[in-house]
C-alpha cells in the first residue's frame, strides 16, 4: 500500500519473486479491464482516467475472488489492494474467514516525491493516470480515502511501515529485513 507512485507494483513484483508468490495488482488488472469493449471497460476507462476510485464493492469482489481462489498453501501478494476502509475491512474479514494471515506494507513517501517519480514515469510510460492534474486528484484520493484503510490495517496489527525513498534495491531489502525475510 502507497501513496501513487510510492514503488507498489515494483516491490511487489520483487516481494512476490523472492517468495516464490502470485502477484495481484488492482491497477494493472482495471487497466486490463479498461482495455475491452463493452460498458464496464467504459466505465472502468472513465474512473481510471479521472484518478478516481471505483465503488468499493467492485473493487472488493475483484480481491475477494483472488483469496477465493487460493489454496490454503498458496503465496501471494497484493499489489494495491484496500484502498478504501471498507474494502480493508472485507479484506481483513476474509481473511480471518479462510485463516490466511496477511501483513499490510505501507509505502511512505511525501507528496513532493510522488510528484517528482511520476513525472518521470509519465515521460517513460506516458501513462494517463500519471498526467500532473491527475497525480493531484489522486493525493487527495490517497488522503481521503486510502489514508483511512491503512489506520483500519493499522489498528489490527497488521501495517508494516517502510520509508521509500532510495533506490529500488534499499527499500526492497527494507521491506525483506521488516518481514524477517533473508
Known sequence: MGRPGSGKGTQGKLL????????????????????????????????????????????????????????????????????????AVAFDETAGWLERPYRAIFLDISDEEVEKRLAIRRGIDGRSDDASDTVEHRLKEFTDKTAPAIEFLRSRGMVIDIESDGSIEEVHQKVLSALNIA
Not at 464496464?40 to 464493492?57: F, H, I, S, T
Open 16 to 87: 512476490a519473486k523472492k517468495l516464490g508468490a502470485e502477484i495481484y495488482s488492482s491497477g494493472n488488472r482495471l487497466r486490463e479491464m479498461a482495455k475491452g469493449e463493452g460498458f464496464v471497460a467504459r466505465k472502468v476507462r472513465g474512473v481510471l482516467e479521472a484518478g478516481d476510485l471505483l465503488p468499493e464493492w467492485f473493487s472488493s469482489h475483484l480481491f475477494v475472488e483472488v483469496l477465493l481462489g487460493l489454496s490454503p498453501e498458496d503465496g501471494i501478494v497484493f499489489e494495491g489492494a484496500c484502498r478504501r476502509r471498507d474494502e
